[in-house]
């Protein structure tokens, strides 16, 4: 979806300048131009940043590996 028509940006990119290190709306005006020029998309763009924001968060957990060890730790009797 088309978030900004003034300078065609859309979910896509700004999910792209999050992955890139955006965070703040004025970091997508910065590299994208949004709500530089008539502003009307600045609620949109700022949703889509939060959601953008969350989603690589989210995606951003570390998995737990389970310790798996390739030796016993019993001791043999000799």
Sequence with gaps: MYVCVCNAVTERHIGQAVREGAS???QLRERLGVAGECGRCASCAR???????????????PAVAAFAPSFSFAAEAV
């Design 24 to 26: 703040t709306l004025r």
């Design 47 to 61: 949703d889509c940043l939060r959601s953008a924001i969350e989603e690589q968060t989210s995606n951003a957990t």
